[in-house]
């Protein structure tokens, strides 16, 4: 009686020491257009802004028809800040060539974002070069 007694307080005082508000899981989608329309195929990467306080694990997702979701990703994001690389591609696989996703139709694209509950649904980024 003495271990089970033991072993539910070790539980509980496991429990009660995990999570937080910091460590809830954001579902993060938006879309991602260039020249004013949705980027074909392509990925979006955020990756944690130390500099501005925040950690954790990068995130990508890919991009179809101008939409990205990060839901299905490996690991949940959390508010705060982060740098974002976007890639895109025309779509017209050419696997001959091994490559899937089509052509590049612009460089790699650099730019940040600061992820709440509020747009975490709802982000859109314009590609501007």
Request: charged share 20%; aromatic share 12%.
């Amino acid at each position: 009686m003495r271990f089970f007694n033991y072993a539910i307080w070790l539980l509980l005082a496991a429990a009660v020491g995990c999570g937080g508000s910091n460590s809830t899981s954001l579902p993060v989608a938006g879309v991602v257009n260039f020249k004013g329309a949705p980027v074909p195929r392509g990925s979006v990467t955020f990756t944690p802004n130390s500099t501005q306080g925040n950690s954790g694990p990068a995130v990508s997702a890919d991009i179809f028809d101008g939409k990205f979701d990060t839901t299905k990703a490996k690991y949940g994001m959390t508010e705060g800040a982060y740098r974002v690389r976007i890639y895109g591609f025309d779509g017209n696989a050419m696997p001959e060539k091994e490559i899937p996703l089509g052509r590049a139709i612009f460089k790699e694209f650099h730019t940040e974002a600061n992820i709440t509950q509020e747009n975490a649904g709802s982000l859109e980024f314009t590609v501007s070069k």
